[in-house]
């Protein structure tokens, strides 16, 4: 325990070269620390039992791979700060806290070797009933990365065989003690299905072409008590995909924009800033350099990447870990944040000029609409966003939980059933007209014809509008440049700020106009985002142009 405290302090206080990542995970389980202690509502605590009891049985096994000075596993002052975090923390009656785990740093690691003790821990030493350990990867060999290690440290381990009675079988390990196993899966499979899994590994989840093996095994769990998955993967190149996505979940939770107890995500990596071949930035990525990799390996890696734009590629993603395509948030967190003001009511509005813009859903996505005042050249925007119960009490305990906990806040608006309850938002709409003089309700046209056409008819000022570069760019660069001038305010929504943060630039014509913003993974919403510059495309219009959009206005959505 003093080995992994002195390892966080360390990174937090820069006497170890840290990514943002990295630091952020450990000034979180700093405050995690201070907090079980503070406050007692809190349902975790920390058992320094657990912890050290899984940092003892990881090193009495043997090194299967590779030259070291032991001939036992030696846990470096990283792993054991990884493996006291994930086994340590616990509920109040003693179970797990962390039901998924994220682990992603550059190769060479010993990422599977750790993995693979864990199993074995997970499968002898945690007092469960026919415990299933699951190893998972898109192919069977790249499964046998972690299981190899496993079986071999189980034949080379007396002292395990016989006191678990285990036994390291051609596809399997089995625990005659408790009746468990350690099998692999694979994405090709056809046995997926059917598994009750205690502890599953997703080994180099970067790899996977879809997310099919990552949703069987997620929803696989539930029937027993204290699960577990861990990802352990290196960057990849598939923004698109499952990985990226579990990364960026990881990275709001970091932050300090969502708040998923149950997840314990931790990146190494270089930082965005950094230049690839500066040698300084490389423990970023490479927490253990100088035992694994060597510095002299990295240095001829590097010579490669210097002169070869293949092996570039390969360089940044797998050596320095930085994700190849990945987008760069399009709004400034820290100006956004420094345009917060609490003491804003939207009550002290009434009567006042307002433009309107939404985003409607139907099922599985959260419907927003946006009130967006004008004094001078300050905006001042004021969200809504819905959602159907019947999806927030299904995401209670998933990935998603941070719906349930704003939910509880007040800071969603639920409607009865699974879907979204669009006679609501058109009732609200009606009363915002009521309240506010609305000089515009701006749509994007996906779901909503039905509902504008029916407030133009009544003579409210509803259309709809696309989204191309006409109608997208202005207002896109207004909000740009009033979020950093500071010119734009909001109350500090966490939704609001959650989709700011997801928001991405997809698209730029003409070195600066921006078309269109997107994120790459569906559960980061960005719809208060979409909502705020359809609200701010009319505010923009010249005067010379405004009979224009009033007669399209007048005339009917469309």
Not at 141 to 162: G, H, W, Y
Not at 274 to 285: G, Q, T
Not at 461 to 483: I, R
């Amino acid at each position: 325990m003093a080995i992994a405290a002195a390892y966080v302090e360390d990174v937090v206080a820069g006497r170890l070269v840290a990514g943002r990542w990295l630091r952020l995970a450990c000034v979180r389980q700093q405050r995690d620390m201070a907090r079980t202690s503070a406050d007692l509502a809190w349902p975790y605590e920390f058992s320094a039992w657990h912890a050290t009891d899984a940092c003892d049985f990881i090193e009495k096994l043997p090194h299967v791979e590779g030259t070291w000075a032991t001939k036992t596993i030696h846990l470096e002052p990283v792993q054991v700060f990884l493996v006291t975090t994930l086994f340590g923390w616990r509920t109040r009656d003693g179970g797990r806290r962390f039901s998924m785990a994220y682990w992603c740093a550059a190769r060479k690691f010993a990422k599977s070797t750790l993995a693979a003790a864990i199993t074995l821990y997970c499968l002898t030493c945690e007092g469960e009933l026919g415990p299933q350990v699951i190893v998972g990867a898109t192919t069977g060999d790249q499964a046998q990365k972690v299981f190899r290690p496993a079986k071999l440290m189980v034949e080379r381990t007396p002292d395990l065989r016989e006191r678990f009675d285990v036994a390291a079988w051609a596809k399997s390990i089995t625990c005659e003690q408790n009746g468990g196993f350690i099998q692999t899966i694979n994405a090709k499979s056809s046995t997926q299905d059917g598994w009750n899994p205690y502890f599953v590994v997703l080994d180099e989840l970067h790899a996977h072409p879809t997310p099919a093996l990552f949703n069987v095994i997620r929803s696989s769990l539930g029937s027993r008590a204290n699960q577990l998955i861990l990802i352990v993967t290196t960057a990849g190149f598939n923004v698109a995909g499952v990985c990226y996505e579990q990364q960026s979940l990881v990275t709001k939770i970091l932050e300090g924009i969502i708040e998923v107890d149950h997840y314990f995500g931790v990146i190494f990596a270089i930082d965005d800033e950094d230049d690839v071949f500066d040698e300084r930035a490389w423990p970023k990525a490479n927490p253990m350099i100088g035992i694994t990799p060597k510095w002299e390996k990295m240095r001829e890696y590097a010579a490669e990447a210097r002169n070869s734009p293949s092996s570039l590629g390969e360089f940044t993603t797998k050596r320095c870990n930085r994700w190849s395509g990945a987008a760069a948030a399009w709004l400034n967190l820290s100006k956004w944040d420094a345009c917060k003001d609490p003491s804003l009511r939207i009550d002290d509005f009434l009567g006042q000029p307002c433009w309107i813009g939404g985003d409607l859903s139907d099922y599985n996505d959260i419907t927003a609409k946006v009130c967006v005042f004008r004094s001078g050249d300050l905006y001042v925007a004021f969200p809504t966003f819905y959602l159907p119960v019947d999806l927030v009490e299904a995401k209670a305990h998933s990935t998603t939980a941070h719906y349930a906990v704003w939910a509880k806040a007040g800071y969603l608006e639920l409607t009865d059933g699974n879907a979204i309850d669009h006679g609501r938002v058109e009732r609200d709409l009606r009363a915002d007209c009521e309240r506010f003089d609305v000089r515009a309700i701006v749509f994007d046209r996906y779901q909503s014809s039905q509902m504008m056409t029916a407030l133009a008819t009544d003579g409210l000022p509803a259309v709809t509008l696309p989204k191309n570069a006409t109608t997208w760019t202005p207002p896109c660069q207004e909000l740009e440049k009033a979020v950093l001038s500071g010119r734009f305010r909001h109350t500090g929504h966490p939704v609001y700020r959650w989709m700011a943060s997801n928001t991405c630039v997809s698209r730029r014509i003409d070195k600066s106009l921006l078309t269109k913003k997107d994120t790459p993974m569906s559960a980061n919403k960005i719809d208060g985002i979409d909502a705020t510059i359809e609200a701010m495309q009319p505010m923009l219009i010249p005067a010379e142009r405004a009979p224009e959009f009033q007669m399209l206005v007048f005339g009917g959505a469309s």
